[in-house]
Nanobody
């Protein structure tokens, strides 16, 4: 099992920046990919970004490309999401996720989930 704990959410204004952190513990050696999803009220959970644990290659949803940056800290088994130029439509609960194999950007491709952290962006 892998445990994931997110932190760093909060309330900001449009145009501000925020950095989310995710700490992984447990059987982290099985992790191949770590990523972020988000879920706005009344909407389905959607992919935001992911990073290959071994190569560091990153992938983004079109809606955040150029504004968000995902990174990993290999030694600490942590993954981060730097969010710049935030918009009200970025308001959601952000979930950290981990996968034991590299797949697509769907929820079913990820095996472990954190509890989520709220990000609210006011206009």
């Amino acid at each position: 099992q892998v445990q994931l704990v997110e932190s760093g959410g909060g309330l900001v204004q449009a145009g501000d920046s925020l950095r989310l952190s995710c700490a992984a513990s447990g059987r982290t050696s099985s992790t191949q990919v770590m990523g972020w999803f988000r879920q706005a009220p009344g909407q389905e959970r959607e992919f935001v970004a992911k990073v290959s644990w071994n190569t560091g290659n990153s992938y983004y949803a079109e809606s955040v490309k150029g504004r968000f940056t995902i990174s990993r800290e290999y030694a600490k088994r942590g993954v981060y999401l730097q969010m710049n130029s935030l918009k009200p439509e970025d308001t959601a609960v952000y979930y950290c996720a981990a996968a034991t194999k590299f797949g697509d950007n769907l929820q079913r491709d990820f095996d472990y989930w954190g509890q989520g952290t709220q990000v609210s962006v006011s206009s």
